[in-house]
């Protein structure tokens, strides 16, 4: 069974610009979560969908996004890019909806703001 | 809020000596306790977890340790190994959310 799969690998940006990351999970898992992780805070949560629902999010400003698709598959976008934006952004799958389940975790897409 | 805090940040060992983390969370709801362990150029992978009516787990070198009165829980990694070097995170979670410690990064020295 093939694991998460995030794309593209690696990114570099400028302050500003635009991003979407794309995630596709495990087949026949349902929830998506994203994380950021940063060598000083470590791995902070976005937010999760399930069933193409935004189910939980964390404490990061408007700019972070995502959706969800009928496949599963999901996608998160940064809008106007800021340094403190550069982090590995990794996605994580799961089965069902508890967060109290095993997290399937993808390599991450390393982002670079310059 | 809620955390979780994990000691020490760093730990180096001799090859075949036992390795142990420990963890302390806050939020007395959490009910899994997750153990993950990150490579390189990777992402973090589950290698065992425990869930609050358990005290202890083994797998082979690795067993996990629950103490809810005093909401520690610790991960025992015995008999080293030159690929047990990697980061490794414990975390806590109730039905609504997971919250990870800041991490441990493991060197074994052959």
């Known amino acids: 069974k093939a694991g998460v799969t995030q794309t593209p690998r690696y990114l570099i940006k400028t302050r500003g610009q635009q991003v979407t990351l794309s995630c596709s999970p495990i087949s026949g898992h349902r929830s998506v979560s994203w994380y950021q992780q940063t060598p000083g805070q470590g791995l902070q949560f976005l937010f999760e969908y399930f069933s193409e629902t935004q189910r939980n999010k964390g404490n990061f400003p408007g700019r972070f996004s995502g959706r969800q698709f009928s496949n599963s598959r999901s996608e998160m976008n940064v809008s106007t890019l800021e340094l403190g934006d550069s982090a590995l952004y990794l996605c994580a799958s799961s089965v069902g909806t508890a967060q109290s389940e095993k997290l399937f975790f993808g390599s991450g897409t390393q982002l670079s703001v310059l | 809020g809620e955390n979780v805090e994990q000691h020490p940040s760093t730990l180096s060992v001799q090859e075949g000596d036992s390795a142990v983390i420990k963890c302390t969370y806050s939020?007395?709801?959490?009910?899994?306790f997750p153990w993950y362990k990150q490579e390189l150029g990777k992402g973090p992978q589950l290698i065992i977890d425990i869930r609050s009516n358990v005290g202890e787990k083994k797998d082979q070198r690795i067993a996990v340790t629950l103490n809810k009165t005093a909401k520690h829980f610790s991960l025992h990694i015995t008999e080293t190994q030159p690929e047990d070097s990697a980061v490794y995170f414990c975390?806590?979670?109730?039905?609504?959310?997971?919250?990870f410690g800041p991490g441990t990064s493991l060197s074994v020295i052959p």
């Open positions: 975390a806590a979670s109730t039905y609504d959310k997971v919250i």
């Open positions: 939020d007395s709801a959490s009910n899994y």
